[in-house]
């Protein structure tokens, strides 16, 4: 194999290590850093300055580098053997385990990761998603549509209804028969707004204590659910984890891997999802001409048929307008990886050890990519511009959950906007803390089509 034939290869004594800001930059920055609405501000001026890949000191022996360069961030998310998410205890690891506990989303790939996985992958694949819950987020979204129906203002809170959308599907996934789904996922969408944006203070791990005690709430009261299921294991997956730990009544370190479990499923089944949806539906709102394409695709191909029936491909607007909204609103916005070894990317040597932060939110609105990046054009797919960069990860700790996320998040919008023409009522910027947030919640009127 040729040098060229590589675009990442290991290296050996060559000072390639780009440059980048010293720590007076980030001590006269550091309340920025701090702020959600304008941390996204100082990165884009960091790479506006010393370009889209830079590194800098960030302790006695700690390198950490920055990177917004297309071609780099493919390479870096696709070389497993290279970038690695987890490879030992680090400060990041620490931050997601308070918020999160100890499930798959925050620890390392171990054999405890591999087992749970490998335990909950089978209810995830394409086809078993579509058979075993199809009928539940269908069973949501027309409950959810009929509230809207009732509402004579028309005016609604999308971001409210996202998250009791997506955390009603979560809950009936992980125990059915719940009844208190509501409220809760409300609360902890607060909690989360209020308190822990600003992942990157020092005093996170502090400030997460009372998100991850509302999630520890709501994970023992799905467990309260499955043990009175027990006659029926297979309805749930909180009852298939229960199976797991079979000791998880009498030992206390059995308790907590299966409330971390559950925590994690939650977390990994709700958040994301409702804060893709939202960014979505205002996109659309925004946007009437690709909202009346989408609606009369929609009918011409009963794509809102109840329960679903198939996960879409591009070859649908309705697909299409999903992975535009989440190029644009990357809601994982930034990435972390570590690197295994000495090696070139894009012609700057990364060092062994290194804290690597993708900027996924910067690469999908980068110009050499995308034609007018800042565009909301669900048809550039179509012209052959690239898929947003991995909106669901990539490698041995992709979302198990991807086909469950696009089906819930096509049927709803599918079915609102068969039903309602939507018309933006607030304009909210994007923020970045733990994900791409709105700095407000949407709100949208919601004007029944049928009633004109």
């Known amino acids: 194999m040729t040098e060229n034939s590589l675009s990442v290869e290991i290296i050996r004594g060559q000072n390639l290590v780009p440059k980048g800001p010293s720590l007076f930059f980030f001590v006269r920055n550091a309340k920025a ?6 941390v996204i501000n100082v990165f884009r001026a960091i790479i506006g300055y010393w370009g889209d890949i830079v590194s800098f000191r960030s302790g006695l022996r700690e390198r950490t580098y920055i990177v917004a360069e297309p071609s780099a961030g493919e390479e870096i998310f696709d070389r497993q053997d290279l970038f690695v998410k987890y490879p030992t205890p680090t400060k990041d690891i620490a931050k997601l385990q308070a918020m999160i506990g100890k499930g798959m989303l925050a620890t390392h790939i171990d054999q405890d990761w591999e087992r749970h996985r490998k335990s909950l992958a089978p209810d995830f694949a394409r086809m078993p998603v579509i058979r075993r819950y199809g009928a ?8 959810l549509i009929d509230e809207i129906s009732l509402n004579k203002e028309y005016e609604q ?3 409210e209804l996202s998250m009791r959308f997506s955390g009603r599907v979560i809950s009936d996934i992980l125990a059915p028969g719940h009844y208190f789904a509501d409220q809760l996922f409300i609360d902890i969408k607060h909690i989360l707004d209020r308190g822990i944006l600003e992942f990157h203070r020092r005093d996170f791990v502090k400030r997460a204590k009372p998100y991850k005690a509302a999630l520890r709430e709501q994970a023992l009261r799905l467990v309260d659910v499955a043990v009175r299921q027990e006659h029926h294991p297979n309805d749930g997956l909180v009852a298939r984890m229960m199976a797991d730990e079979p000791n998880w009544q009498h030992e206390i370190k059995a308790r907590e891997r299966l409330l971390d479990r559950i925590i ?8 994301t999802t409702a804060t893709s ?8 709102a925004e946007h009437p001409e690709v909202q009346k394409r989408l609606r009369e695709e929609i009918l011409y191909n009963n794509l809102q048929a109840n329960p679903p029936s198939q996960v879409y491909d591009e070859n649908t607007l309705l697909q299409r307008v999903i992975l535009e909204a989440m190029r644009l609103y990357s809601v994982l916005w930034f990435n972390i990886r570590y690197a295994t070894k000495d090696c070139i990317v894009s012609g700057k040597k990364f060092k062994k050890g290194a804290r690597v932060m993708l900027l996924p939110f910067l690469i999908n609105r980068d110009a050499r990519r995308y034609n007018a990046p800042n565009t ?6 179509l012209r052959g511009e690239p898929l947003p960069l991995y909106p669901f990860g990539t490698g041995p700790r992709v979302c198990i959950g991807r086909t469950l996320a696009e089906l819930e998040m096509q049927h709803m919008v599918a079915v609102l906007v068969a039903q309602f023409d939507l018309k933006a009522l607030n304009h909210p910027k994007a923020i970045g803390g733990v994900l791409l947030q709105p700095d407000s919640d949407i709100f949208v009127c919601c004007s029944p089509i049928f009633s004109k």
């Open 33 to 38: 850093l701090r702020d959600p609405k304008r």
């Open 136 to 143: 539940i987020i269908g069973r949501h979204v027309r409950a």
């Open 277 to 284: 949806l939202n960014w979505i539906i205002y996109l659309l």
């Open 157 to 159: 809170n999308i971001s």
């Open 264 to 271: 994690n499923m939650i977390v990994a089944g709700y958040e």
């Open 376 to 381: 909301f054009d669900p048809d550039r797919f």
